[in-house]
């Protein structure tokens, strides 16, 4: 199953206030396993940034002037993201900013049944706890150090690594079949992510104890 991490920075907080987006990010995960094709672009937001987003990302309006307009990779994006599931932290403030370009320019907007939250994800499983990108990134132990600024793509990869932790594939496995046959997979050398955890039964419980008990003096029990 192929998924899009996304991420957007803009010049300001609301689109109520005229607020566009700056840059967009989105790296592809291929069964939670990021693949090599990404969208990455900077904008010219036709607008000045806040002091507030400078302090946040650091784009300067003149280096935004030279880049492209939302309307002018407005259909690539859509076609990136079509079809896949798309994984942002705090939803609602990229779908809103992205919907408001898109419907600048008179496109389709994203529909929320296409998303999936993950600070929604981390407030249900860690209620009353830090779920900001960052604090995910500590308590999963992902190194963030790289994280100077909010920039879209580096947001996009802790993200992709925190996302992984929160729905519990944490460590990738080969894909097993109920006989414990190993299944091919056709991704060339990767390792798909497997949540079910495979419990022994009381029979290789016992087996096992037996076991130690009759190759090992020293008594463990």
């Known amino acids: 199953m192929k998924e899009i991490v996304l991420d957007t920075e803009t010049t300001g907080l609301s689109v109520r206030d005229g607020h566009r987006i700056?840059?967009?990010?989105?790296i592809e995960l291929d069964n939670l396993v990021p693949t090599k094709n990404i969208f990455h672009v900077y904008l010219n937001p036709e607008r000045k940034v806040s002091e507030k987003a400078f302090e946040v990302h650091g784009y300067t309006d003149e280096f935004l002037s030279t880049k492209q307009k939302f309307v002018e990779?407005?259909?690539?994006?859509?076609?990136?993201?079509?079809?896949?599931?798309?994984?942002?932290?705090?939803?609602e403030f990229d779908i809103g900013h992205l919907n408001n370009e898109l419907s600048l320019v008179g496109l389709?907007?994203?529909s929320n049944s296409n998303v999936i939250?993950?600070?929604?994800?981390?407030?249900?499983?860690?209620?009353?706890?830090?779920?900001?990108?960052?604090a995910l990134c500590k308590r999963f132990r992902i190194d963030?150090?790289?994280?100077?600024?909010?920039?879209?793509l580096i947001d996009?990869?802790?993200?992709?690594?925190?996302?992984?932790?929160?729905?519990?594939q944490?460590?990738?496995?080969?894909?097993?079949?109920?006989?414990?046959?190993?299944k091919e997979t056709?991704?060339?050398?990767?390792?798909?992510?497997?949540?079910?955890?495979?419990?022994?039964?009381?029979?290789?419980?016992?087996s096992h104890s037996e076991f130690l008990k009759k190759n090992f003096k020293k008594n463990y029990f």
């Open 22 to 26: 700056v840059e967009i990010g989105c």
């Open 156 to 168: 996009c990869d802790l993200l992709s690594k925190v996302y992984i932790n929160l729905i519990g």
């Open 186 to 206: 056709s991704n060339e050398g990767k390792l798909d992510y497997y949540k079910k955890i495979i419990l022994p039964t009381k029979e290789e419980l016992l």
């Open 144 to 152: 963030n150090s790289k994280r100077e600024k909010h920039t879209a």
């Open 73 to 91: 990779i407005a259909r690539d994006f859509l076609s990136f993201i079509e079809g896949k599931k798309i994984i942002i932290h705090n939803a």
């Open 108 to 110: 389709q907007k994203i």
């Open 117 to 134: 939250d993950t600070l929604e994800l981390a407030r249900n499983k860690f209620p009353g706890s830090g779920i900001s990108l960052d």
């Open 170 to 182: 944490r460590e990738p496995t080969l894909n097993l079949v109920d006989n414990n046959e190993v």
